[in-house]
């Protein structure tokens, strides 16, 4: 049904193609590009919930000594619906303020060409793989916006995880 259809809009979020991990895999070492891996801590609370949408939610009664107390959400929390669509499209909106295009072909990889250098980020949900010729700098400009740490370096002969996928 239509209605359905608009609800899927609100609260769907795409997540990358592992062909397009791949890709980008096999594309590195080609151009000597340096591949590290980062991971948005509390990535859902960095975004706001769109100002349609108005959420209570009862807290703990421990945390405030049995007293009927009722917060209103500004920020999406884990396990709403919209959380993860929200935290989408606020990040999608912070790496194209950083020079990021978003490919046409995969939603989930930005590209970044400025001053004669070249790199690509894959983001899968909160998990980052930042691969090019200089992804400590925009690793660097992505943590002045999220709360960003670096989960690791794929190297050559190393194996790594990202997302549910052995890399080596």
Same mark, same amino acid.
């Given at each position: ?6 609800? *899927? *809009?609100? &609260? ?10 791949? @890709? ?8 000597? %590009? $340096? ?6 801590? &509390? ?5 706001? +919930? $769109?100002?349609? *949408? ?23 929390? %884990?396990?709403? /619906? ?11 909106? @912070? ?13 989930? @990889? %930005? #590209? ?8 690509? @980020?894959?983001? %899968? #949900? ?9 992804? *400590? ?16 370096? +794929?190297?050559?002969?190393? &194996? ?5 996928? /052995?890399?080596?």
């Amino acid at each position: 049904s239509r209605e359905r259809e608009l609800e *899927d *809009d609100l &609260t769907f979020a795409s997540t990358p193609l592992l062909l397009s991990l791949k @890709v980008l895999l096999l594309l590195a070492p080609q151009k000597g %590009y $340096k591949i590290i891996f980062g991971d948005v801590s &509390t990535a859902f609370l960095h975004a706001e +919930l $769109k100002s349609s *949408d108005v959420i209570h939610v009862r807290p703990p009664k421990e945390y405030y000594g049995g007293m009927d107390i009722v917060w209103e959400l500004l920020r999406p929390l %884990y396990g709403l /619906r919209t959380s993860l669509k929200d935290w989408q499209d606020y990040f999608a909106e @912070v790496l194209r303020m950083l020079g990021g295009r978003r490919l046409k072909s995969e939603p989930n @990889v %930005y #590209v970044f060409d400025y001053g004669g250098k070249k790199n690509y @980020v894959m983001v %899968y #949900v909160d998990d980052l793989v930042i691969l090019g010729d200089s992804p *400590d700098e925009l690793f660097a400009e992505i943590a002045k916006k999220v709360l960003l740490k670096r989960t690791g370096e +794929l190297k050559d002969g190393e &194996t790594t995880k990202f997302p549910g996928r /052995r890399l080596r």
